[in-house]
């Protein structure tokens, strides 16, 4: 019992003592979590320098685009080929892809040959051979009249610019096909069918292998964003952010790259932990100094550095009593399968006991133990690379994402990861400990050349019909120049209705006389009041204008608020309120006894009889004071004054905020007779001549026409460019079948526009993968200002999913994508409508004043107009398209509602002191 004790203890200490001299030997291939570290930082460095337009020749990473721009959502459907060339045998399939609640993927494949004399021969040759090949397979199934999509999987080096296209650098794996090289082999292979006629083919796509393993993968895991090779040879590929991809024109979305990682280290960013051995595969190889990584992971050398190892641990006398043999000796002699067949628990002893004698040698059973080991070393270093490269590519991801903690999935294949009994595991453990904050799955490829071929193709077919539907329904926003223009002709012909006596009752535009005769010419000087009433809050500003050298406006104002039982109690309530916070502001400017004119912007329907005189027609925004509506709020501020008996002031004008718009920047450009504004609602004035402006007596000089333009296309006019959306927002709004033109333009209705397409996308299963969210149902949800925000240049499409996020929406890459698309075509037409508009205005004053050409100023305000990254260029440029005649300037107003209600009462001061009316 002692003795045998004594064995077992004794031959614990010389295993122990064999595996510390291994251990020894092969110390530099031990290596160690804060060197790899350091490997991931410089693979990191070789990705970034590989994505770059200027960096990308010199980076030994290349981050090849592939022209994948979306991995599978499951909603994948149809049946397609694919063909499979990479050696001497090749593969057609037939894979057919349901969606019928239950993602399902059934193949069907045929293994053809290629002769020698036709790997040989001519490209012609090749491709016709592939063709025949095809069209057998096709007879066969009964298919051959049916025209479906194929992708190519074409394992040879070549340069893609598009998703179907495929250039060959050079043939490899023995073939010689003249005319191939440097040509595109899609076309070739359309040559090749085209001159056998007898069927047709639509080549979708040109497939990496590796690309192929990420999206066979993704069909089964929607996470799936990584593809890992490691077999003979090893790769890897992700999905980027386009923004990062110089060598790519557009920024939105992701593409697939394909690393094409095997070459990390050929510019010398390994040289710290090659070894000797590394070095001698490497020189020994068919291509020195290319592909140095590799060679240090891949199966097609992991055997061969086994075998150098032990050559080397046998003339240092550690191995086989120094004996070599000449088996051993004997170049690539030691495969990889044997690797995989030495590190198994079970009988991987003995299995190592055997492969040496094959060798020749006489092995003892430390000599075994040291061979396990050493197999054991060069398969976790292999295991160990590979992890600091996918590191790397965690990061970037991550880093891309802006995540804290990332969920992804990586699909892998290659015979290494699949056969090797410790590789998967090691890989994984690894991973793990460099990149903690990401939570990884590995998941086994299902033949990624075939079936992930097949799956890049129904990508892309199921991206290329879900366009078509999405066009479908925003083709509709896309209004032709002949809609322009007619839309122009009726914004004229409503204009002239407004302006008739006869017409006027039954016009959409109305064209309200504001009895505003001039704009500021310079002159204007003094001190003025200004009120300012449009909601809860309320303004009292002080505007002093100076005339002469130092010409300039100076504004104080102090902000007042409306409390409830103001809004609500009686209209002497509200006025008495109102009087008394003016009593305020003149103690507060210390101008208590002075009588000041004051303009008074009044922002709620009203009918202008005069420049004082204005007949509440009804409160909005939430105003109920009683005793009003009907009343000239004017006379109503008047008696409110007498009745504090305390200051008095000289109301010389009521003013609307459009009008106030244009007046404002009137100061400072004389050429300003336009007004505009675009924010929550939309309006516009313009200078009209008096003899127009029938419901106004007198013909002299001209008068600001306040069009309230939102109430165009009321009539009907404008039902042939409404959409089922505009329908749709117009029914469920408070005001059905008013105000249309400003429900297709203004801030107020854009939000509710776009989420009405992104509910239609939804229920449609083009977006957010047709789940419904619950706040996307609420009305008024998407604000107009998310539009602002997802359409800025700015923006990356991570920033895009975190206001998606914010409305209860999950969205994918993609989804992002389509939701800035829909954002741009509903903001592109609010802009071309109000172009046309203020078109057919400047249009108008040019013919009143008998001018070839007309040089004039739009004054502007509004928060769609100033925020919305795109809506003013877009404007301008049909402004310019749609009036050629006229050269338009646009200034944006500064406080119209204050400033330019002061400048109204100037202007009015001024022409009454001339005795002018």
Same mark, same amino acid.
């Given at each position: 019992?002692?003795?045998?004790?004594?064995?077992?203890?004794?031959?614990?200490?010389?295993?122990?003592?064999?595996?510390?001299?291994?251990?020894?030997?092969?110390?530099?291939?031990?290596?160690?979590?804060?060197?790899?570290?350091? @490997?991931?930082?410089?693979?990191?460095?070789?990705?970034?320098?590989?994505?770059?337009?200027?960096?990308?020749?010199?980076?030994?990473?290349?981050?090849?685009?592939?022209?994948?721009?979306?991995?599978?959502?499951?909603?994948?459907?149809?049946?397609?080929?694919?063909?499979?060339?990479?050696?001497?045998?090749?593969?057609?399939?037939?894979?057919?892809?349901?969606?019928?609640?239950?993602?399902?993927?059934?193949?069907?494949?045929?293994?053809?040959?290629?002769? =020698?004399?036709?790997?040989?021969? *001519?490209?012609?040759?090749?491709?016709?051979? @592939?063709?025949?090949?095809?069209?057998?397979?096709?007879?066969?199934?009964?298919?051959?009249?049916?025209?479906?999509?194929?992708?190519?999987?074409?394992?040879?080096?070549?340069?893609?610019?598009?998703?179907?296209?495929?250039?060959?650098?050079?043939?490899?794996?023995?073939?010689?096909?003249?005319?191939?090289?440097?040509?595109?082999?899609?076309?070739?292979?359309?040559?090749?069918?085209?001159?056998?006629?007898?069927?047709?083919?639509?080549?979708?796509?040109?497939?990496?292998?590796?690309?192929?393993?990420?999206?066979?993968?993704?069909? =089964?895991?929607?996470?799936?964003?990584?593809?890992?090779?490691?077999?003979?040879?090893?790769?890897?590929?992700?999905?980027?952010?386009?923004?990062?991809?110089?060598?790519?024109?557009?920024?939105?979305?992701?593409?697939?790259?394909?690393?094409?990682?095997?070459?990390?280290?050929?510019?010398?960013?390994?040289?710290?932990?090659?070894?000797?051995?590394?070095?001698?595969?490497?020189?020994?190889?068919?291509?020195?100094?290319?592909?140095?990584?590799?060679?240090?992971?891949?199966?097609?050398?992991?055997?061969?550095?086994?075998?150098?190892?032990?050559?080397?641990?046998?003339?240092?006398?550690?191995?086989?009593?120094?004996?070599?043999?000449?088996?051993?000796?004997?170049?690539?002699?030691?495969?990889?399968?044997?690797?995989?067949?030495?590190?198994?628990?079970?009988?991987?002893?003995?299995?190592?006991?055997?492969?040496?004698?094959?060798?020749?040698?006489?092995?003892?059973?430390?000599?075994?133990?040291?061979?396990?080991?050493?197999?054991?070393?060069?398969?976790?270093?292999?295991?160990?690379?590979?992890?600091?490269?996918?590191?790397?590519?965690?990061?970037?991801?991550?880093?891309?994402?802006?995540?804290?903690?990332?969920?992804?999935?990586?699909?892998?294949?290659?015979?290494?990861?699949?056969?090797?009994?410790?590789?998967?595991?090691?890989?994984?453990?690894?991973?793990?400990?460099?990149?903690?904050?990401?939570?990884?799955?590995?998941?086994?490829?299902?033949?990624?050349?075939?079936?992930?071929?097949?799956?890049?193709?129904?990508?892309?077919?199921?991206?290329?019909?879900?366009?078509?539907?999405?066009?479908?329904?925003?083709?509709?926003?896309?209004?032709?120049?002949?809609?322009?223009?007619?839309?122009?002709?009726?914004?004229?012909?409503?204009?002239?209705?407004?302006?008739?006596?006869? *017409?006027?009752?039954?016009?959409?535009?109305?064209?309200?006389?504001?009895?505003?005769?001039?704009?500021?010419?310079?002159?204007?000087?003094?001190?003025?009041?200004?009120?300012?009433?449009?909601?809860?809050?309320?303004?009292?500003?002080?505007?002093?204008?100076?005339?002469?050298?130092?010409?300039?406006?100076?504004?104080?104002?102090?902000?007042?608020?409306?409390?409830?039982?103001?809004?609500?109690?009686?209209?002497?309530?509200?006025?008495?309120?109102?009087?008394?916070?003016?009593?305020?502001?003149?103690?507060?400017?210390?101008?208590?006894?002075?009588?000041?004119?004051?303009?008074?912007?009044?922002?709620?329907?009203?009918?202008?009889?005069?420049?004082?005189?204005?007949?509440?027609?009804?409160?909005?925004?939430?105003?109920?004071?009683?005793?009003?509506?009907?009343?000239?709020?004017?006379?109503?501020?008047?008696?409110?004054?007498?009745?504090?008996?305390?200051?008095?002031?000289?109301?010389?004008?009521?003013?609307?905020?459009?009008?106030?718009?244009?007046?404002?920047?009137?100061?400072?450009?004389?050429?300003?007779?336009?007004?505009?504004?675009?924010?929550?609602?939309?309006?516009?004035?313009?200078?009209?001549?008096?003899?127009?402006?029938?419901?106004?007596?007198?013909?002299?000089?001209?008068?600001?026409?306040?069009?309230?333009?939102?109430?165009?296309?009321?009539?009907?006019?404008?039902?042939?460019?409404?959409?089922?959306?505009?329908?749709?927002?117009?029914?469920?709004?408070?005001?059905?079948?008013?105000?249309?033109?400003?429900?297709?333009?203004?801030?107020?209705?854009?939000?509710?526009?776009?989420?009405?397409?992104?509910?239609?996308?939804?229920?449609?299963?083009?977006?957010?993968?047709?789940?419904?969210?619950?706040?996307?149902?609420?009305?008024?949800?998407?604000?107009?200002?998310?539009?602002?925000?997802?359409?800025?240049?700015?923006?990356?499409?991570?920033?895009?999913?975190?206001?998606?996020?914010?409305?209860?929406?999950?969205?994918?890459?993609?989804?992002?994508?389509?939701?800035?698309?829909?954002?741009?075509?509903?903001?592109?037409?609010?802009?071309?409508?109000?172009?046309?508009?203020?078109?057919?205005?400047?249009?108008?004053?040019?013919?009143?004043?008998?001018?070839?050409?007309?040089?004039?100023?739009?004054?502007?305000?509004? *928060?769609?107009?100033?925020?919305?990254?795109?809506?003013?260029?877009?404007?301008?440029?049909?402004?310019?398209?749609?009036?050629?005649?006229?050269?338009?300037?646009?200034?944006?107003?500064?406080?119209?509602?204050?400033?330019?209600?002061?400048?109204?009462?100037?202007?009015?001061?001024?022409?009454?002191?001339?005795?002018?009316?």
């Amino acid at each position: 019992m002692i003795a045998s004790h004594l064995i077992a203890y004794l031959f614990t200490e010389l295993k122990h003592d064999q595996l510390q001299k291994t251990d020894k030997f092969l110390y530099h291939m031990r290596l160690s979590d804060e060197v790899l570290h350091g @490997i991931s930082e410089r693979f990191l460095k070789e990705m970034k320098r590989g994505l770059g337009k200027d960096t990308n020749p010199t980076s030994s990473v290349k981050m090849l685009p592939s022209f994948v721009r979306s991995t599978p959502d499951g909603t994948e459907s149809g049946d397609f080929l694919a063909l499979d060339l990479g050696g001497t045998n090749f593969r057609v399939l037939r894979v057919k892809v349901s969606d019928n609640g239950k993602q399902k993927v059934a193949i069907e494949n045929r293994i053809c040959s290629i002769p =020698e004399e036709v790997m040989h021969g *001519t490209g012609t040759q090749l491709f016709d051979h @592939i063709a025949k090949c095809l069209a057998d397979y096709m007879r066969e199934l009964d298919i051959k009249d049916t025209k479906l999509p194929l992708g190519f999987t074409f394992s040879f080096p070549c340069q893609q610019s598009k998703l179907d296209e495929s250039i060959l650098l050079t043939w490899t794996k023995g073939f010689k096909a003249s005319g191939v090289e440097g040509q595109d082999v899609v076309g070739l292979l359309h040559k090749a069918i085209e001159r056998r006629g007898d069927f047709d083919i639509d080549v979708v796509a040109v497939v990496n292998d590796t690309v192929g393993t990420m999206m066979s993968c993704g069909y =089964e895991d929607h996470n799936c964003e990584i593809g890992l090779i490691v077999g003979t040879g090893t790769n890897a590929c992700y999905m980027e952010e386009m923004r990062h991809i110089d060598l790519v024109e557009g920024d939105e979305g992701r593409m697939c790259i394909n690393m094409e990682w095997g070459a990390f280290g050929d510019q010398g960013e390994l040289a710290d932990v090659r070894t000797d051995f590394d070095t001698e595969i490497d020189s020994g190889s068919i291509n020195p100094g290319k592909q140095l990584f590799e060679k240090m992971i891949s199966g097609m050398y992991m055997g061969e550095l086994v075998r150098l190892i032990l050559v080397k641990m046998t003339k240092d006398g550690l191995l086989f009593r120094g004996k070599l043999t000449p088996e051993l000796l004997l170049k690539n002699n030691f495969d990889t399968e044997y690797v995989s067949a030495i590190e198994k628990n079970s009988d991987g002893l003995q299995r190592a006991h055997g492969i040496l004698t094959e060798l020749g040698l006489e092995p003892t059973s430390n000599d075994c133990i040291s061979l396990r080991r050493i197999c054991s070393i060069v398969s976790t270093r292999s295991s160990d690379l590979c992890a600091a490269a996918l590191a790397a590519v965690l990061r970037r991801i991550q880093e891309n994402k802006g995540l804290q903690r990332m969920q992804t999935t990586i699909g892998v294949d290659g015979s290494v990861y699949k056969m090797h009994p410790q590789f998967a595991r090691r890989l994984s453990k690894t991973v793990k400990r460099l990149v903690p904050s990401c939570e990884v799955r590995f998941l086994l490829s299902e033949d990624g050349s075939g079936k992930g071929a097949a799956m890049v193709t129904a990508v892309a077919h199921r991206l290329a019909k879900q366009q078509k539907m999405r066009d479908a329904s925003l083709s509709t926003f896309k209004l032709s120049e002949k809609q322009q223009l007619e839309v122009k002709s009726r914004m004229k012909l409503e204009m002239e209705r407004g302006l008739k006596k006869e *017409t006027h009752s039954i016009a959409t535009v109305k064209m309200l006389a504001t009895y505003v005769r001039a704009t500021p010419d310079g002159t204007e000087k003094g001190d003025y009041l200004a009120l300012d009433l449009g909601g809860t809050n309320f303004r009292v500003l002080l505007v002093k204008i100076r005339d002469g050298n130092r010409r300039a406006v100076e504004l104080h104002n102090k902000i007042y608020t409306i409390p409830k039982r103001a809004m609500e109690g009686t209209g002497e309530e509200l006025f008495d309120h109102i009087v008394q916070c003016i009593a305020d502001f003149l103690k507060y400017m210390g101008i208590q006894g002075s009588r000041l004119p004051l303009g008074f912007t009044f922002s709620f329907p009203c009918e202008q009889r005069t420049l004082d005189q204005g007949i509440l027609l009804n409160w909005t925004k939430g105003f109920k004071a009683t005793g009003c509506e009907g009343k000239d709020v004017v006379i109503l501020l008047r008696e409110a004054i007498k009745r504090r008996e305390e200051f008095e002031l000289d109301v010389v004008a009521i003013v609307n905020d459009t009008v106030g718009t244009m007046m404002s920047c009137g100061y400072d450009d004389p050429l300003c007779e336009v007004g505009l504004i675009v924010g929550t609602g939309s309006n516009a004035c313009y200078m009209e001549e008096m003899k127009n402006v029938e419901m106004v007596d007198g013909d002299e000089g001209r008068m600001c026409v306040n069009m309230e333009w939102g109430a165009f296309g009321d009539n009907g006019c404008l039902d042939d460019i409404r959409t089922e959306f505009d329908l749709e927002v117009d029914k469920n709004s408070l005001y059905a079948g008013k105000q249309r033109f400003e429900k297709m333009i203004s801030g107020m209705y854009l939000g509710e526009i776009v989420r009405n397409i992104l509910i239609k996308f939804t229920k449609q299963g083009l977006l957010f993968r047709g789940k419904i969210s619950e706040r996307l149902k609420t009305q008024g949800i998407f604000e107009t200002k998310f539009l602002s925000q997802i359409e800025s240049d700015r923006l990356a499409l991570l920033q895009v999913r975190a206001i998606l996020q914010q409305l209860g929406l999950e969205s994918t890459c993609d989804d992002s994508i389509i939701v800035k698309e829909v954002c741009g075509v509903v903001s592109r037409r609010a802009a071309q409508l109000c172009g046309i508009g203020l078109a057919a205005i400047v249009d108008k004053i040019r013919v009143n004043r008998n001018l070839d050409n007309l040089k004039v100023t739009v004054g502007i305000d509004g *928060t769609l107009y100033k925020l919305h990254p795109h809506f003013s260029t877009i404007m301008h440029e049909t402004v310019e398209r749609m009036s050629p005649k006229c050269k338009v300037l646009f200034v944006q107003s500064q406080d119209g509602s204050g400033k330019g209600a002061a400048l109204i009462t100037a202007v009015a001061c001024r022409l009454r002191e001339a005795g002018q009316h």
